[in-house]
């Protein structure tokens, strides 16, 4: 009788030793999923990153299930007129425009979409900071309007997330800028390499690590600028591009605009789309995956 109600004791003991491993193990992978960083991509620019008269119509792929998983913070104005200041994250939606009259897209759609295809990312957060017509020689600059927007809305979003409970991470940025620096004076277009240069390691040192990958679109050959500047730009684009660490640059100039130098809602797609394959594969790269591990979380 002894023996058995020993045994029972020694069983009732090790019923709690194992039920207390199962909760250790399970508070365990809450713990470790809680802390699962959030990637978080940063688009900044002046009209075609706002996806101005971009023209929403049926033939648009619209939203999908799968867009609640992107968390999106859009910021936009134009000559002064302010449309959309999120100050919250919101699934992955399109824009209502009056400036450009109705609802617009940028590249955010496509990008996001792509890279959720790739496998590697079935969440992510999107900060949009756009401002029709700003150049790198003026707005863009640190002390610019800008970039000041850019920083008051990167502290408020990441702010969010953390106060979500999310762990962001700045993994990368996409930039499609130039126009304004080609349309009236040389020096702004003779200047642009060593502005666009400068812009993107401010990018890195004030949100993210020296080797966060950025992907650059080459400007069209605007209509409305000199051709000769635009010509500047577009090659300082490149260049940057392919003598910078962890940069890469798409190619818009097949695509179908609209007004000039704009694109249509289906170009925005493509745009995204082709953000998308360059920034995986610098991701994807050996070399970029160490500088991503080391991405600081803001």
């Keep these: 009788m002894a023996f058995l109600t020993s045994y029972q004791n020694s069983r009732s003991e090790w019923s709690k030793i194992f039920i207390r491993g199962l909760l250790w193990c399970w508070l365990s992978k809450i713990a470790i999923f809680g802390a699962e960083p959030l990637p978080l991509f940063v688009l900044v620019g002046q009209s075609n990153m706002t996806g101005a008269d971009s023209a929403i ?24 007129i302010q449309w959309e200041n999120d100050a919250q994250f919101c699934p992955l939606r399109i824009q209502n425009s ?32 756009s401002f029709p017509s ?3 020689a003026g707005e863009w600059q640190s002390g610019g309007f800008a970039y000041k927007a850019l920083r008051e809305e990167m502290e408020q979003a990441i702010g969010a997330l953390k106060q979500a409970g999310e762990r962001p991470v700045v993994s990368g940025f996409l930039v499609h800028q130039g126009i304004s620096d080609a349309l009236h004076d040389e020096s ?43 010509e500047i730009v577009r ?14 640059w798409i190619d818009v100039d097949d695509l179908q605009r609209v007004k000039g130098h704009h694109f249509t809602a289906l170009s925005q797609m493509e745009i995204g789309r082709r953000y998308a394959i360059q920034m995986n594969t610098l991701i994807n790269s050996p070399h970029q995956a160490k500088a991503i591990q080391g991405s600081k979380t803001p």
């Design 98 to 129: 009056a400036p450009y009259g109705g609802q617009i897209i940028g590249p955010e759609f496509g990008f996001a979409r792509q890279m959720q295809a790739s496998g590697k990312m079935a969440r992510m957060a999107v900060v949009k900071v």
């Design 188 to 230: 702004m277009a003779t200047n642009y390499r060593e502005r666009l240069r400068d812009f993107i390691q401010r990018l890195r040192s004030d949100f993210a690590a020296p080797e966060t990958p950025v992907v650059l679109a080459r400007e069209n050959l605007s209509p409305l600028a000199k051709p000769v500047f635009m």
């Design 57 to 80: 119509d049926p033939g648009t792929p619209g939203q999908k299930s799968g867009d609640a998983d992107i968390l999106f913070w859009n910021r936009s104005a134009y000559q002064g």
């Design 134 to 136: 700003t150049s790198m």
């Design 235 to 248: 090659d300082s684009i490149v260049a940057v591009a392919d003598s910078t660490t962890a940069a890469a």
